[in-house]
C-alpha cells in the first residue's frame, strides 16, 4: 500500500509565497510522473504542474514563472514552491504520484488527501 502525504499549506496574503510538500511512503520501486492538481470550490480539478521522473517540467499557463514544481527521488517528495501567490490561486492543492510497486509496474496513479492554500486580497 501506498500512501501520499501533502504538506505546507496554509493562508497567505497576495504576493507571498508558500511551498507544499508531497511524500509518497509504502512499497514503492520507482515514481514515474508527479504532479500536483488544484480544485477551487465549484470548479473543476485542474492540472497545476508536472514533473518527469527525469525532471522534466510543465505548467499550467495560469502559474507558468511564479510556480515550480521540483522532486527529490530519495526521498519520493515532489515540491511546489509558489510565488507572487494572488487570490486566484485559493484551491485544495492534490498531489499525484505514478507509483512503480511490487504489485503495480505500470505506476499507478496514487492521490494526496489535499491541502488549502487561501490567498486574501
Known amino acids: 500500500q501506498v500512501h501520499l502525504v501533502e504538506s505546507g499549506g496554509g493562508l497567505v496574503q497576495a504576493g507571498g509565497s508558500l511551498r507544499l510538500s508531497c511524500v509518497a511512503r509504502?512499497?514503492?520501486?520507482?515514481?514515474?510522473?508527479m504532479r500536483w492538481y488544484r480544485q477551487a470550490p465549484g470548479k473543476q480539478r485542474e492540472l497545476v504542474a508536472t514533473v518527469t521522473g527525469d525532471g522534466s517540467a510543465n505548467y499550467a499557463d495560469s502559474v507558468k514563472g511564479r510556480f515550480t514544481i521540483s522532486r527529490d527521488n530519495a526521498k519520493n517528495t515532489v515540491y511546489l514552491q509558489m510565488n507572487s501567490l494572488k487570490p486566484e490561486d485559493t484551491a485544495v492543492y492534490y498531489c499525484?504520484?505514478?507509483?512503480?510497486?511490487?504489485?503495480?509496474?505500470?505506476?499507478?496513479?496514487?492521490w494526496g488527501q489535499g491541502t488549502q492554500v487561501t490567498v486574501s486580497s
Open positions: 499525484n504520484a505514478e507509483v512503480v510497486s511490487p504489485t503495480e509496474a505500470w505506476g499507478y496513479p496514487y
Open positions: 509504502g512499497s514503492i520501486l520507482s515514481i514515474n510522473a
